[in-house]
Structure formats: C-alpha cells, structure tokens
C-alpha cells in the first residue's frame, strides 16, 4: 500500500471510527502529509523514479527513516514564521506518525512497529500561578460599567470558578448556563461530557451578564465590536473567539500591572480550599497549607504511579462551591451530583447530594469494633499473605518458591521459615532476570499453607483464608502486610494493590 492511500484511509478512520474532533483530524493530517512530503523529497536524492517517490510503500518504511526525520525536525526544518521547532513540536509529528503506524498494525497491514516511533524527552514544565494579590488586581481593573466590560468581569469569574477551558467557555450557548443551580454541562477533549460549578462570585457576575443581556443569540458571551458581515448577523457570527479571550486577558493583565505573560489556562491552575495534600508527614487541606510553612508535597504520576515530591513555587486560591451535610454527628463535603444513598418508602434509593431535604435518612458504614482471637503469630500471617500473592506452594514437590526482584525482601521471609518451621531454604538469582526466588521444601510449610488456602485453584480464583476474618487486628494487618510486599509498590508512600483476582482484591479491600 501507498503512503498517501494509508493516510487518507487513516484519516478518515480517525473521523469515523474513532470519532476524533475534526480540529485533531486535520492536525493528523498536516504531521502525516509533511512527513510524506519530507519522505518523497528524501527519496527523490536517492533515486531518479519518480513514480515510487508519488507512491512510496508504507512497508518501507523502516527505523532508520524515522531517525533521519527525526534529526531533519530537530537541525534543518525551520518554521517560515516560528524559526526552528521547539522538543514538544517536534513529538506531535511523531506522536501522529506512531498513531499512523498503529492503526496500519491493526489493518494487519506490513509496516514498521508503532514502538519503534520514541518520543523526545521534553523538559518539566513549569506551572504558572497568579498571587492572590494578583489575582484581585486582574479582576478589579475591569470596569463593568458598560457592556464589554461586565462581560469581560464574568468571563474572568467563570473561567475561575470552573476551570474551563477557553475552548469549552466559548462553545457554551445561554440555555447551558444555570445561574440557579450554578452547574452545567460542558463536553471537553475527546468528547467526554463532565459538569462543572459556578461559585458564589461567578454566579452573580452571570446573573447580572445575563439580565443586562437584550439581544435574541444563543452564544453565552458574544462580541460587541468589529465587523458585522454584510449577510446579517447571526448566532456564530457574533459568537466570541478564543482568541479574542486570550488577547482581552492580556489586556487587563497590562493594566493590572502583572508581568507574567499569562493566558486564559492559568486560571485552571488552582485549588478548593479543601482538596486534601500529601506533605511530609501528614495530610492537610489546602486552606491549612496556604496558611502553614510547608513547601513540599507528594503528587502521583499517574503514568507509572509512582510518587514524586515537588516543592511548592506559588500558592493561590479557589472558591468552588461544594455541599456540606451533617448528618450523625459527621459531615460530607461533596459536589451537588455526589450521589449518597437514603432510606426512603421502605426502599434504598439513590440520591444526589443537591436533591437531600432535611430529615432523609442517609445510609453509610458505620465503625464496628473487631476484636477477634489469636490464631497464628503475626510473621505466619505475613508469610501466608506473601506466598498468596506471588508465591508457588506444590504438594506433589513438597516444597514453595517465593519471588521478588529486592533480595532483602526474601531474605525477610526465609528467616520466618528458619523461625517456625526450621528449615534453611535457599535463596537463588533467576537466570537472564533480576529477581530472586526463595526456595524451600518442608510437608510442614506447605501443610500449613494448605490448611488456609488452596493454592491449586487459578489465580483469578483465589480468595483470602476464612480464618482471617475471627483472627485480630493485628494479625489481619499483617496478612495484609505480606501480600502488599507481594503484589504492591514497593518503596513507595502510596499503597496499591495488583492481583489478577478481582475477588481476592474485594476480599482484602473489604
């Protein structure tokens, strides 16, 4: 197959199939026609046929091509306008081209391996913030007095309040925006739906923006100067652009006197004085942050999970409106479409937080004391819990195996056995690996595992031992313990569990 038949079929794949925006299709588009241009303009040095230049086969296209347009975006491309790529600019074309190369996998299609596309590191980047101050100087320096200026005031206030994006503020139309309930629903990147809330500011900037408002069109914010058309005006016509917001931003930004060049984007950079934080040691709300001299926090990575810990650079503030309810002593801080469960007419219903009336029965667990018996010691726990999670425990051998890739962590669990079951086991590394086995053979040990579990069953059927349920405290912490050296993240704050048993994880959730 031809690369410029693939690209069309892949582009109208991603409209299709996909259901991409026509906005990202069209940037596919412009990546994948420049590298086939670039492509054809390379081969033309290397051959005089025209015809293979026009209709370059697809299965060609190999890792060494791609590494030579690579090295053409980074050192000999340069952007008429823009000069010479940034690292992020360049990725787009390899993040199309790779997309490019999958769907031809999946068309079963012989071609080069999407994995062989890398990506260029880019540099962290760093997130603006506005002071306080700042923030109360950009907003204050627009005068609402007349009509541009009240919408300008509202745009800022609701682009605060929700965290829109400049491209979902402008698509909103008037019959979206609540002002009573102070939420509506937007529909973001890749089409996904969400509900965002209005403060308590925003939505009496709206309210007023609104009622101010005489003329019929249905875009929320609309334009009030340039040039009107010769055809009428009408609904998009009028409608705000986004570039119109980023350069009404920058603007007020001049007059208030700050010189970070911002956009609208920064205005997502913020917080509710309730988000909960890890620090140090401890988890605090973000309103007890603001005020106090931490300035280190851990954020998850939710690429690989694993935790990272950043200094903080700025601090700022977020009025989102939230639901409080009191009930029996504790209180709920939830968004309006929280849903809780009551007790209404005999029956449990479903109900959101926003629909609850004083005098409806919330249902939730309540604190039950466990005090249980001691049934084993707590290493025998521990060790039970680790063979459950990633360990081979054989009756016909007459012996276990235990796995892991950190040494210290087997030879933990060796000295158990030594302990209760005075065997000395054996500890070897696995060939072409960098994890270990523990292996030991005793009818002892594995009676006792099998006593507790059975480790016949398949993995996706295992289930935690009954007893584990009577035993105490501590020796079910410990069980769990075990299994998390097993199948958790080790060296890590952040505990998460794997298991290829849904159940067996309810079990240990539970």
């Not at 992020?88 to 996998?105: H, K």
């Not at 950043?310 to 939830?334: R, V």
Request: charged residues 30%.
């Amino acid at each position: 197959m031809g690369i410029k038949e693939a690209i069309l079929r892949f582009l109208e794949y991603c409209e299709l199939d996909k259901n991409l925006s026509l906005k990202t299709v069209k940037m596919y588009g412009y990546y994948l026609n420049f590298f086939q241009r670039w492509l054809s303009s390379a081969y033309a040095k290397a051959s005089a046929d025209k015809q293979k230049i026009e209709d370059f086969p697809v299965a060609k296209i190999d890792d060494n091509i791609v590494r030579n347009f690579r090295l053409y975006l980074s050192h000999e491309y340069k952007n008429p306008d823009k000069g010479a790529l940034k690292r992020q600019t360049q990725n787009y074309f390899l993040v199309a081209l790779r997309s490019f190369l999958r769907y031809l996998v999946r068309q079963r299609v012989q071609s080069l391996s999407p994995d062989m596309v890398e990506l260029g590191k880019n540099r962290d980047r760093i997130i603006k913030f506005l002071s306080p101050e700042e923030l109360k100087r950009l907003f204050d320096v627009v005068n609402p007095k007349d009509e541009i200026g009240l919408r300008d005031r509202t745009i800022l206030e609701v682009l605060f309040s929700t965290g829109l994006r400049v491209s979902e503020l402008v698509a909103l139309n008037r019959e979206q925006a609540n002002v009573q309930s102070g939420e509506f629903g937007v529909v973001g990147k890749g089409g996904k739906g969400r509900v965002v809330f209005l403060s308590k500011h925003a939505k009496e900037w709206l309210g007023l923006y609104m009622t101010k408002r005489s003329d019929p069109y249905r875009p929320l914010f609309i334009r009030y100067s340039g040039p009107k058309g010769s055809e009428g005006l009408t609904d998009e016509r009028l409608r705000l652009s986004a570039r119109s917001i980023e350069r009404m931003i920058d603007k007020y930004r001049k007059m208030a006197g700050i010189t970070l060049r911002i956009g609208p984007h920064i205005l997502r950079h913020c917080l509710h004085a309730d988000t909960l934080i890890f620090t140090d040691d401890k988890i605090i709300s973000a309103r007890d942050l603001y005020y106090s001299a931490e300035n280190k926090i851990f954020s998850i990575n939710l690429n690989n999970f694993k935790i990272n810990k950043d200094q903080i650079i700025q601090k700022s503030f977020h009025n989102t409106y939230l639901y409080s309810i009191f009930a029996d002593g504790y209180e709920i801080k939830c968004s309006g479409n929280h849903i809780l469960f009551i007790f209404k007419d005999g029956k449990i219903i479903e109900s959101k937080a926003k629909n609850l009336k004083i005098g409806d029965y919330i249902l939730a667990p309540k604190q039950i004391p466990h005090v249980g018996k001691k049934i084993y010691d707590k290493e025998l726990w521990r060790l039970l819990g680790y063979a459950l999670g990633d360990g081979v425990v054989s009756k016909s051998r007459r012996g276990i195996i235990l796995f892991d890739k950190d040494k210290y962590i087997v030879d933990y669990y060796l000295e158990i056995i030594k302990k209760y079951f005075h065997k000395k086991g054996k500890i070897i590394r696995r060939d072409n690996s960098n994890s270990y086995e523990l292996i030991c053979y005793s009818k002892e040990l594995v009676e006792f595992f099998y006593d507790l579990a059975d480790f016949n069953k398949k993995a996706k059927e295992k289930r935690i031992p009954k007893e584990l349920s009577s035993a105490t405290l501590e020796e079910i912490s410990s069980f769990i313990a075990g299994f998390y050296d097993a199948e958790g993240l080790t060296r890590t704050n952040y505990p998460r569990f794997f298991s290829a048993s849904i159940m067996l994880l309810k079990n240990i959730q539970s």
